[in-house]
């Protein structure tokens, strides 16, 4: 099989992922997925929070398998609106909330996502904002 | 066993899918099942979402399971209606937004669903649609 | 996300295996996926049994997994040898039986599988083998 | 939380394993667990098999559960042996073979384990111990 993301592409965006999160002082769980949101590397900083293994590693999924952000999905599956009930099917592998981002190479291909979890969600996307901007694919 | 829909109709159903989702730029996953909710036919068309390969199939076993297309669902289940929260029952595998849709024989037997997913809850509903009308059953 | 395998491709496998199936008289449950163990396309063939329905999925997936067919994990998994007790990992998803066909794009990079299930294994494999002379990638 | 390991040891076992992966030419799916199990870090090297991301990280919780090396579990699960059966347990998250390794720290307290996988059982063996020479607790 081969990949749309390296290993070493994926080491790089945890590392700017790492940086971020040490500079707002939280701890963070940084999951790295390929285009079929295969786990390519994962990284639980010190002390951080152990729901953020899991719900990294969804976020990412989640932003794969919707080919977007997982904040761009919060107003599509409130009470009434398009896709409220969602998160409920594909085995409860879907996060509905913000923390994982679309990574694409530079033709516009999907090439994976980022996904961290252990602060707010505005944090959590930060540092995976930061691992994006670190992506060159 | 003997299955109410054959994998010729359902092949038509999808053929019939497929260009209705040509025609509105969409591609997407579509799920035909029996009266049983069994997988007869499936396709992922080519750049389509993943998320659509689980929740076209969900949404095709949804319709046969209330006996009602997929969209109909929707006011039932929201807070405060009388099916709240049913999405999380059954293992996960209900769909409670558009896109599932119901096949009837011509006297009205159910004969099974057709599901689709990838794009916008309208658009997949409209491509199930475009289904259910190549089905002579 | 692009595959490297269409959906044309695929129905022609797919097109490939029910001429096969035909032939020997079992109707069969067809599964192919990408290189990644995505679904692209599935045909259950009219009175095959509903348990191939799920195994013939899980043995594409099993042999994209393995990067091989799933005949060859068959001494693997036996008492007492190297593999014994794979099948109990995955979430059940393992298949490791014949049935599961490797499929390879003419440089040797893996494109996907086929997987069949209803008759015994060796008609699955036969069947499946069919498939594979169809992929040309 | 504190970890018996720190996010720093488990990248350095995670550097070993891949020297010796790439010394023997097989690109593997490296796993470090905690003295709980929980998933610290995580590594597919490029070209690896997919099978062997859950694999991994289910052989390093299975070190970290017996407290042993997978490998010791191998006879005890043959049928007729003791623990015949016992990979069924568990959610199907035990892996009964080699490729998982125990860490100890210098005073014999447990600080997690090493999980390896997508060679064969004494490839995945010998690139984990590298991981726990690699060690220092």
Redesign the interface.
């Known amino acids: 099989?081969?990949?749309?993301i390296?290993?070493e592409q994926?080491?790089n965006i945890i590392e700017a992922c790492k940086v971020e999160a040490n500079s707002i002082g939280q701890p963070m769980n940084i999951a790295v997925v390929?285009?079929?949101?295969?786990?390519?590397?994962?990284?639980?900083?010190?002390?951080t929070?152990?729901i953020g293994?899991d719900i990294s590693q969804k976020k990412a999924l989640t932003a794969?398998?919707?080919?977007t952000d997982t904040r761009e999905l919060v107003p599509l599956v409130q009470?009434?609106a398009?896709?409220?009930?969602?998160e409920?099917?594909?085995?409860?592998r879907?996060v509905v909330f913000a923390g994982g981002v679309l990574l694409r190479t530079s033709d516009g291909?999907?090439a994976g996502a980022v996904g961290v979890s252990a602060g707010t969600v505005d944090e959590d996307h930060q540092v995976a904002e930061a691992g994006r901007k670190a992506f060159v694919g």
């Not at 099989?1 to 749309?4: I, V």
């Not at 409920?88 to 409860?92: A, F, H, L, R, W």
């Open positions: 099989m081969s990949r749309n390296t290993l994926a080491e390929d285009d079929s949101a295969n786990l390519v590397a994962f990284v639980a900083m010190d002390d929070k152990l293994a794969v398998y919707f080919q009470p009434g398009a896709l409220y009930g969602i409920s099917t594909t085995g409860g879907l291909t999907i």
